[in-house]
């Protein structure tokens, strides 16, 4: 039975973040004092009706998401600016018990900006290296192709990808609007990415059904999944990725703000742990959505009546899905043990 009393404050228990990308785990400040700098006009929904009200129930809805994703990007002009972006993104996932960050990143919308992929790609490496070391939250690079552009784009960046695996790049995604480009074209990238050893990590079953999801895992290999949640609409399938260790990384609160379910009571986690699923917990896009990490849990806790067991759980799935070195691992799953150990704070 659940227990409604045992609270343990949910910003110490140790959790690796695993679906987040770099352009929307901008801070909302960061956003508006960088526009003010360079003078660049930022839409009301992005200043006194922030957050905004998104939809993405159809095309139009996941455009207008796009733009202003478009907008924030614009305000990223310098180098520092970049290193700025990492080092809050690792402070705030710090401050949300955040023990380990896996950062997605396009470099093909920096390019023009920053020199082309490869310099862009390799400041964001030493700026995530940066960070690392300011605030003690390992940051972890995965490269993501942007499946509204052609596939070919797709192979070029598994290929750079490739290239510094092990030396900061840890997976290779596959992000955008799933109901545009074909799942299966994006293939050969992800053949390259696999060869050079990376997680394979791309969107699916979120604003597409189960038949997404056995996509990724049939054709593209998908070791975790972007969302999946979706993948309860087919009972056979939810099996295989329970038997075959695929992670979810289920983002609540983006679920909610793009429709993808109406409420935080309907995203189906308990669903998923019923069915043996491994959850990692992520915000995707806390400058879009209005909430980090921890808010995740807190969300998720509130509304399925989650016991502090079942919330250690999720700390651990997130550690165990996460690409970190095994010693890291280890010593973070003993420090979720520690936290449920412990007595609550008012027990
Ligand atoms: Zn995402």
Known sequence: MPSPVARRPLETLPKAHLHLHFTGSMRHGTLLELAARDGI?????????????????????WFRFQRLYDVARSVLRTPDDVRRLLREAAEDDAVDGGRWLEIQVDPSGYAARFDGITAFTELVLDAAAEATHLTGVPVAVVVAANRTRHPMD???????????????VVGFGL??????????????????????????VPHGGELLGAASVRTCL????????????????????LARVAEAGVALEVCPTSNVSLGVHPDLSSVPLPELLEAGVAVALGADDPLLFGSRLAAQYATMRAAHDLDD???????????????????????????????????????
């Open 154 to 168: 797709a192979r070029t960046l598994a290929r750079l990808a490739g290239q510094y695996a092990g030396r900061g």
């Open 175 to 200: 992000s955008n609007d799933e109901r545009r480009g074909t799942t299966a074209d994006f293939a050969p990238a992800f053949r390259i990415a696999e060869r050079a050893g990376l997680a394979l």
């Open 41 to 61: 006009h930022l839409p009301e929904s992005l200043v006194a009706d922030w957050p905004p009200r998104l939809s993405a129930a159809d095309e139009k809805g």
């Open 218 to 237: 049939d054709v593209l290999h998908a070791d975790r999944l972007g969302h999946g949640v979706r993948v309860v609409e087919d009972p056979a399938l």
């Open 309 to 347: 067991a079942t919330l250690a759980e999720l700390g651990r799935m997130s550690l165990r899905a996460a690409r970190m070195p095994e010693t890291l691992r280890s010593v973070l799953l003993g420090e979720v043990d520690a936290w449920l150990a412990a007595p609550p704070p008012d027990a």
